[in-house]
């Protein structure tokens, strides 16, 4: 029992730290449970032919499938419209597409839905964007209306079948997911007027539309961008960039070249897909060079350049009706900003090794860190979770940025170009596959692991996506190898009899008080730790303490059960409990403060509501 404790000590330590990942941690747990003879090697890995496991990993490719298809940002896009340039009526519509949403698919991929509509739907409101982000992450948590919302609920519901009472029906969450969205929606209303005031309410005003020229002036292109014309002599003549290596040499990028078409002096921009590691500069080019003053200079003086006026776009006499900024033209091509995820492969990669002007033809002209812009060097800086990148290339290959869900958002297109949702054929299919899962879960035709993995197995076959390989890249295995390791420190607890400690304590200090103090222990123990550990580490964690309370005083499970989900779920204190709040930390430039000051106390109301009216749904 003493090593069990101080093993889920160091987890919990190494949690909170957060510079190992946390499906790393939990293996390591695993080991160390085997190492030590706590467990057998059965024990330990039984965690990964669970059948939550199974369904989770199933969960993750149907929700891939929705994606890739279009059908749920088809679906979002033309709800939120709905709520045209209401503030209020954007609020609300905004927590309520997202807690539906989040009924059906994993909070996580919900949110990475969402967050590029939000954010265009703020602007067209004229409104903040950060008033709406984090009350948006907070709702994907909120809307626990079946059995498949969040993991907690399904590990309870896994505990109680192992503890050979009734499974729970698929929409059996559904009055408290009710009760809790209808108060996280009254209560973020005010609360999130906190995100805007002061310094960021004087912001606002300059932010409300997330133009295309304010993405330039952000990242400074006007400050950086030069244009060159090359001379007859230029050692550039003929050669393709990849040989010429010009941003290793000089620190600069080439980011559009225009070639005269006629006498008039009328450039167009070339296709930007010729403008890659293949692409020959020819005389006369007028190249936009992206870089610093010193090093631009030293990169038209080496190469027989002509360095021309930096603030004028050549469109002759009579200019084209399109957008511009820094004398960029945003008519074939454009800039957006791409949020990394944490499970993206490009973490701790340098800009130039993504690759990804070869692999998406698109350039990365900058980053945002937090607060910071990097704007220099930006080749040999290393990606973190989180940073935006300001990517540039045609609208079309930005576009096809979305569908790589899995490895980041794309958040700052402008608004004409992220409500064009991609009606993809599979769509209806997607549904179909979608609503049969859902009408065989909550009618028990089948083990609902079975009508999961039924669901993944359409998906695949029937063409949502691309290939086999498409279909695993949406499974986060993070998340899977988490809630694998750490269930076998659940099984460790009961088998060592830590569990049966930490229950008795429990029941020994409250029940004289009787079980709703019980009851109320619990929830308050499993909403302290998940404030440091992951929600799926902590339910895993207390559910077992949860039974052995409720049995050890001879009453129903079920309450204690479900405070144990609820608890977990519901943390809004902490970015780092759930993906959902770590998701949406750098796109609305939130401080560890603003989830105090708006998450504590919808925590600790929703707390308070829940303790009473637990026993009134599910009697002890």
């Not at 010009?246 to 980011?255: E, F, K, M, R």
């Not at 631009?296 to 002759?316: P, Q, S, W």
Request: aromatic share 8%; proline share 5%; hydrophobic share 50%.
């Amino acid at each position: 029992m003493l090593l069990v404790f101080v093993i889920i000590l160091l987890a919990v330590f190494f949690f909170v730290w957060g510079k190992v990942r946390s499906d790393i941690v939990a293996l390591s747990v695993v080991v160390l449970l085997i190492v030590t003879g706590i467990l057998t090697p059965a024990e330990g890995l039984s965690g990964f032919s669970n059948p939550v496991v199974i369904m989770i990993v199933s969960l993750f490719i149907v929700g891939g499938g929705i994606f890739q298809t279009g059908l749920a940002k088809m679906i979002s896009t033309r709800i939120l419209k709905l709520a045209g340039k209401s503030e209020l009526k954007l609020f609300v519509l905004v927590m309520l597409v997202t807690g539906g949403i989040g009924a059906l698919i994993s909070n996580t991929g919900t949110v990475a839905l969402m967050l590029p509509i939000i954010m265009s739907m703020a602007s067209e409101a004229k409104t903040d964007v950060r008033r709406y982000l984090m009350p948006m992450a907070f709702a994907s948590s909120l809307g626990i209306f079946t059995l498949i919302s969040t993991p907690p609920n399904l590990i309870i519901n896994n505990m109680l079948a192992s503890g050979g009472f009734k499974e729970l029906p698929f929409f059996s969450f559904l009055p408290i997911g009710a009760i809790t969205l209808t108060i996280g929606t009254l209560l973020l209303w005010p609360l999130s007027k906190l995100l805007v005031t002061g310094k960021d309410k004087d912001k606002s005003a300059a932010k409300k539309s997330k133009s295309l020229n304010q993405l330039a002036s952000e990242y400074q292109l006007a400050d950086n961008l030069y244009r060159a014309t090359i001379g007859s002599t230029s050692p550039l003549l003929h050669k393709p960039l990849q040989e010429l290596n010009i941003p290793g040499t000089y620190n600069v990028s080439i980011l559009e070249i225009r070639r005269v078409q006629s006498r008039k002096r009328f450039h167009k921009t070339v296709d930007m897909s010729l403008a890659g590691p293949s692409t020959t500069l020819k005389e006369n080019d007028l190249l936009y060079v992206l870089g610093n003053f010193d090093d631009v200079i030293a990169f038209t003086r080496d190469n027989d350049l002509t360095m021309l006026d930096t603030h004028k776009t050549e469109m002759g006499k009579n200019p084209v009706s399109v957008s511009q900024a820094g004398g960029m033209e945003f008519k074939e091509t454009g800039i957006a900003e791409v949020v990394l995820m944490s499970g993206s492969s490009l973490i701790n990669k340098r800009v130039k090794e993504s690759n990804f002007r070869q692999l998406y033809h698109v350039n990365i002209l900058g980053l945002r860190r937090k607060d910071g812009y990097i704007l220099q060097d930006v080749k040999d800086e290393k990606m973190q979770s989180g940073d935006l990148l300001l990517v540039q290339g045609r609208w079309s290959d930005i576009e096809k940025l979305t569908q790589e869900t899995s490895e980041w958002v794309v958040a700052g297109q402008p608004m004409e170009n992220a409500l064009k949702v991609p009606r993809n054929h599979k769509a209806p299919t997607a549904a179909a596959i979608m609503i049969l899962m859902v009408l065989s879960m909550v009618f028990n035709l089948v083990p609902t692991v079975v009508s999961a993995m039924v669901a993944a197995l359409l998906m695949i076959i029937l063409g949502c996506f691309r290939n086999a390989e498409a279909a695993y890249k949406t499974i986060n295995w993070e998340s899977t190898f988490l809630f694998a390791g750490m269930f076998s420190l659940g099984i460790a607890m009961e088998k060592s009899g830590a569990s049966t400690l930490i229950a008795d304590g429990i029941v020994g200090g409250l029940s004289s008080y009787g079980p709703l103090a019980v009851m109320a222990g619990i929830y308050v123990a499993t909403s302290i730790l998940t404030f440091f550990i992951s929600n799926t580490a902590t339910a895993v964690l207390f559910a077992p303490i949860a039974l052995q309370a409720a049995l050890a005083i001879d009453v129903s499970p079920y309450p204690f059960l479900f405070s144990v989900a609820i608890a977990a779920s519901m943390c809004f204190a902490s970015p780092f409990s759930t993906p959902p709040n770590a998701l949406v930390i750098s796109a609305g430039r939130y401080k560890f403060g603003d989830y105090v000051k708006v998450g504590l106390p919808l925590q600790i109301v929703i707390g308070a509501v829940m303790i009473v009216v637990l026993p009134l749904l599910f009697p002890f």
